[in-house]
């Protein structure tokens, strides 16, 4: 039997490993109908290595039914709207999205409307769900000033959109109850110099991607690279990509497994390029086709300098996260408390374990669940200060069953 089990089992893990290093190299872009179209109103999933096209998650071309993401009901839509931005996803185009990796969707906005949105990626048919009642950045969206053209989920796991001037620094929550926060305008570093992150000459337009220590890097229209501490909205100018063709704008971004950042143009179809973030080199991405798609965005739930790793550590990166099983409400906390909807666990006893950045514990409490969706209010000891936290959910046999960081306000 060992002579069969385990040669099984190392199939498995390179299997395992060989898918999780597929994925890890895709990424979701914005694109048109067709290469070279301007129209940014589809959705296609890109192989990374190649620039080939997967598959197509959304085209405007095939109705789709919205839903309420509060309520999960669909959204009955009048017949004068049925062709207008409240009824199709992506009519007024779309250059900001970021995937969720912990909950399989890509969110976005429209550019000329002022609604968070998100695709449900965890069927075969792709679900489109519109986040009602709640502005992102609020304003006048015809002003091209005020549009969010980035977007990206940090290591907190919240999402971030900013706005092209750099005055509206966004944060979404993806829980039962959505918020949406305006942390308000970037404030340059000391050392940018004559580069500002509000200037529309080098600064506007771009897109963004989390780092593994909670920051976020912003790469403009201009090639220009800004790291961003979303606590503290400071931007620090990091400098400009070097190899790109001349007429190369950089409106997409995204980091492939390999731990380089991926950008695509909106303008042009020649290539992908990845851009080394220690060296700042551009280098085009080997294609199979004449042209790939323009893109006005990309997003994968990939952050910078992520730890890469061999067949174990892909293996280890399985431990449970952020899941179905337990939901937890409001995250970011903005009072003394929170809560955990016990959804999918057997009834029994549990343990909840909350840890700050250094691994110190902060408290422990024991939970005993009756029934199934049940849930308990967590009151946070005075001690827990602002700042961000790590939440362990373990079961009467020690296994953990979730896993997650929360953020303290």
Known sequence: MKKLFLPSVALAALFLASNTYGQANRAYAITGEVKGSYNWNAVREIDLTTSEVVRTIYDPAVSIQPYDAVTKSAIQIAQQDRYGVKALPMVTGVAAAAFDAKNNRLYFTNMRADELRYFDLSTNESKVFFVRGLTMAGGNKYDEANVITRMAFAADG????????????????????????????????????????????????????????????????????????????????????????????????????????????????????????????????????????????????????????????????????????????????????????????????????????????????????????????????????????LLKVTGADKQTIYSDKIVVQ
């Open 158 to 389: 919240l999402g971030y959109g900013l706005t092209n001037d750099g005055n509206h620094l966004v944060r979404f929550t993806t829980d039962q109850k959505p918020q949406i926060t305006d942390l308000g305008q970037l404030i340059d570093g000391k050392k940018n110099g004559t580069i500002s992150v509000h200037s529309q000459c080098s600064s506007w337009g771009g897109d963004m991607v989390g780092d593994a220590y909670g920051n976020l890097y912003l790469i403009s229209m201009r090639n220009h690279i800004f790291k961003i501490n979303p606590e503290s909205r400071v931007a620090d100018y990091v400098g400009q990509v070097k190899g790109l063709p001349a007429d190369f704008t950089s409106n997409g971004l995204a980091v492939n497994f390999e731990g380089d950042m991926v950008v695509s143009s909106a303008v042009l179809s020649a290539n992908y390029y990845k851009v080394n973030i220690a060296t700042l080199d551009a280098t085009p991405i080997p294609k199979k086709d004449d042209a790939v798609y323009n893109a006005s965005d990309l997003a994968n739930g990939n952050l910078l300098y992520q730890r890469n790793g061999t067949v174990s550590d892909l293996l280890t990166r399985n431990e449970v996260k952020g899941n179905n099983a337990i939901s937890v409400y409001p995250n970011p906390v903005a009072t003394r408390f929170f809560n955990l909807q016990f959804e999918k666990v057997p009834t029994g006893q549990y343990t909840l374990a909350l840890t700050d950045v250094s691994g110190r514990l902060v408290f422990t409490r024991a939970i005993n669940i009756n029934v199934a969706g049940q849930n308990e209010r967590i009151t946070l000891p005075r001690s827990a200060a602002g700042g961000m936290y």
